[in-house]
């Protein structure tokens, strides 16, 4: 940790570099840059390495998988199917206490338990309150090179990080350890089912790091990895076990303008109304759900959203501008209320991991100005250090958990995620485009500071997942 500069310090710098509201500038539209590239990258690395297929069907939606190309069609008129609202009157077989304190108890939640529970949590532990401890004996879960799946942004070591101290550290909560990851345990609990993860980039970095974790314990020919052809779906099979891992693009989970996994709209970001079955069709029948939403709303501006039937791609829209708050709660109440409508709660889970945070600034953590997580190989020891992470939408996430009826398994990764300065791709990526020589004299300018190495820090995201699964009061 760098101390903060004194003030004479930085208003010296101040008069020979540009000003703070420069690099502020500079380093949004690189954060905006490595957004837009981040998923056309990662399109491109699969068409060269996995065989592209339709998915092979599993079940009832193949038109919404394989021709729902169109982006822009018409809103489906919401879902009518049959309701299974589970009426709060109905003694919850099992449900029992759940994620720790996304805010008060639910009267149903200490009598029951939640399906594929094996145990408890030591009494009073919150597994996402914790430290960062150096352990080289068990760290990393894997090896980079042992893990074919992962996207070249995210393969750090090939592209020339000098060090891995990034992959030496295990989460320590302060009240209990966790339980090692076992993926035959893992496996073993999702024969016959599908666990699917739906989000964002950082969503597909869990993803991919939970295929890592799963894929050792299998030969090599009973498992196989498959996109459908625009690339919304990718699924992970474990053939002996008759159980997919699956990714789905839905970075805002409702329906977007930024729903093509291979071109995304940036500038000009859009979300419909009541459109949560756009996506949703993609989610039905899967038995554990792994959710996660929130770079993509935040665009320092109001969300739009898109009202009535119209289309994004109409002349005139019928348009309501939303604070980021108002938006994204409209989001979490769209996906709860499906949630609700389609998931068994005797025989399903359902996940929500938190904002992922960004390094974008160094002056955050108290380094020079003009810095971002490049060149950092050390994690932030100023306890419960945060960023520049929206705090109004962690409390927007809070309330609106707090009132479903449907527990949802709230992965409170920020927080721990927000000591982890050195874990991010920085430099070590494939690069969308060659770089220039005024990029390549100032790496500053071209580090991702978004995404994760792996293996690395999102492993521990599925271990938590893992002992949110298997161990959740
Ligand atoms: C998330 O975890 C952090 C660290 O333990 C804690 O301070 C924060 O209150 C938690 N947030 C929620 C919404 O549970
Ligand atoms: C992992 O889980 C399997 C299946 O439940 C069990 O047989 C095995 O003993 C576990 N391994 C470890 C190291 O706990
Ligand atoms: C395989 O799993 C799917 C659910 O993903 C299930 O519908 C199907 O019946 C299973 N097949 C066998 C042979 O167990
Ligand atoms: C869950 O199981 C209980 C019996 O164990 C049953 O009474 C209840 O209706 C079931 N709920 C749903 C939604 O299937
Ligand atoms: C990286 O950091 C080290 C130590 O913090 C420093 O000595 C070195 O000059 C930095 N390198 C660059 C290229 O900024």
Redesign the pocket.
């Known amino acids: 940790m760098k101390p903060p500069l004194p003030p004479s310090t930085s208003s010296v710098l101040r008069k020979t570099r540009p000003s703070p509201y420069f690099y502020t500038f500079l380093t949004f539209t690189v954060f905006v840059l490595i957004l837009y590239c981040e998923d056309l990258l990662s399109i491109f690395y699969r068409n060269e390495l996995v065989p592209i297929k339709p998915i092979p069907e599993?079940?009832k939606e193949k038109e919404t998988k394989l021709t729902s190309k169109l982006p822009f069609v018409l809103r489906e008129p919401e879902e009518t199917g049959k309701k299974e609202e589970t009426e709060s009157t109905s003694k919850l077989p099992f449900v029992t206490g759940e994620p720790e304190e996304t805010g008060k108890k639910k009267e149903t939640k200490s009598t029951s338990k939640l399906p594929f529970t094996i145990g408890e949590t030591e009494e009073g532990c919150d597994i996402f309150s914790g430290r960062w401890v150096r352990d080289e004996l068990t760290r990393p879960l894997y090896e980079e090179s042992e893990c074919p799946y992962i996207q070249p942004q995210l393969t750090c070591q090939e592209h020339g990080r000098p060090d891995k101290e990034y992959q030496k550290w295990r989460w320590q909560p302060h009240g209990c350890d966790l339980p090692r990851f076992n993926a035959t345990l893992m496996l073993e609990s999702l024969?016959?089912?599908?666990m699917m993860f739906v989000g964002d980039s950082l969503n597909r970095g869990q993803y991919v790091s939970m295929v890592c974790l799963l894929h050792r314990i299998l030969p090599p020919n009973a498992k196989s990895l498959e996109s459908s052809i625009d690339q919304s779906l990718t699924v992970f099979r474990a053939k002996d076990y008759?159980?997919?891992i699956e990714f789905n693009w839905a970075p805002f989970l409702l329906e977007s303008n930024s729903d093509n996994a291979i071109v995304h709209r940036v500038d000009d970001r859009m979300v419909k109304k009541g459109s949560i079955n756009k996506h949703g069709k993609n989610w039905k029948?899967v038995?554990v759900l792994v959710f996660n939403t929130y770079l993509w709303w935040m665009t320092g501006r109001k969300m739009k959203f898109l009202k009535g039937k119209g289309s994004f791609k109409d002349e005139k829209k019928d348009i309501e501008e939303l604070t980021t708050e108002d938006a994204y709660r409209v989001a979490m109440k769209s996906m709860l209320k499906w949630v609700r409508k389609n998931m068994d709660r005797n025989k399903t889970r359902v996940f929500f991991t938190s904002m992922s945070p960004l390094h974008i600034k160094s002056q955050e953590w108290g380094g020079e100005p003009g810095g971002n997580c490049y060149n950092e190989t050390t994690l932030i020891e100023v306890p419960n250090y945060w960023g520049s992470e929206n705090k109004n939408i962690m409390q927007v996430i809070a309330e609106e958990f707090d009132k479903s009826k449907f527990p949802i398994t709230f992965l409170n990764i920020t927080q721990l995620s927000s000591y982890r300065k050195d874990a991010h791709t920085s430099i070590y990526k494939k690069q969308w485009s060659p770089l220039t020589p005024e990029q390549l004299a100032n790496p500053v300018s071209y580090a991702d500071c978004v995404h994760w190495c792996l293996p690395g820090l999102q492993d521990t995201w599925n271990e938590l997942l893992f002992t949110k699964l298997f161990y959740p009061s």
């Open positions: 599993t079940g024969r016959g089912k599908r008759n159980a997919t029948g038995d």
